[in-house]
């Protein structure tokens, strides 16, 4: 049976309605980005694996973190891939309806701690957003050492290729913010802070930190 975490990866449904996140993002662009360039990586994921069945019992985060594994052929493509629809699936969990939340739980004082306040939290976040040059995607992370940190990767990659566990993240590809903001991308960022959810991160964040303190056991 699959549960949708192997191949054929099929399109994980939006976990909320396209104008939910009106006015900071429009339901236009929130209809596009999921239905189209998701549903695309989905399928070049899956086009890519379709002759390697030796793989399809791989999930998607072992696709992500090990891809390197692959053939030669299709390392490329399913490195592209595999990430676009990871770190989509986790763009699109961690937004909820506008709320201007603020960190919560134990994540909250990990933020205090590593950035000194919230405030400074948000300006490393969109310093990195738009440092990155090109399309990509901005990141709070766990690091390697276990502490919280601020970091960009080019196109479709992901933190786990510098040792680091996603927390939350922010796509910075054009198609995520050019019909309402075109060139704006800093405007883009200040009006994603109000989507991200909380709880969600802060359980994003101890999983981070369950996986690590397993692999230190090891
Ligand atoms: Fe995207």
């Not at 913010?177 to 959810?197: A, C, M, S, T, V």
């Amino acid at each position: 049976m699959n549960n949708g975490d192997h191949y054929p990866f099929s399109l994980k449904p939006l976990p909320y309605a396209y104008g939910a996140l009106e006015p900071h993002i429009d339901a236009q662009t929130v209809m596009l980005h999921h239905d189209k360039h998701l549903q695309t990586y989905v399928e070049n994921l899956n086009k890519a694996l379709m002759d390697y069945p030796q793989y399809h019992n791989w999930s998607l985060l072992d696709l992500v973190r090990h891809y390197e594994e692959l053939p030669a052929e299709i390392r490329t493509v399913v490195r592209n891939n595999a990430g676009g629809v990871y770190n989509h699936n986790l763009y699109f969990d961690t937004m909820q309806t506008p709320s201007g939340g603020k960190p919560v739980g134990r994540l909250a004082q990990a933020i205090k701690m590593s950035f000194g306040s919230y405030e400074a939290f948000q300006k490393k976040m969109k310093d990195a957003s738009l440092e990155q040059f090109g399309s990509g995607w901005a990141w709070l992370v766990l690091s390697r050492t276990g502490k919280l940190e601020i970091m960009s990767t080019p196109n479709q990659d992901t933190p786990f290729a510098h040792g680091a566990c996603p927390i939350t993240l922010v796509d910075v590809w054009e198609h995520a913010y050019y019909l309402k903001y075109q060139n704006r991308r800093g405007e883009y960022i200040d009006n994603w802070f109000p989507l991200i959810h909380w709880e969600q991160a802060e359980v994003n964040y101890l999983k981070c930190i369950k996986g690590r303190m397993e692999r230190e056991k090891r």
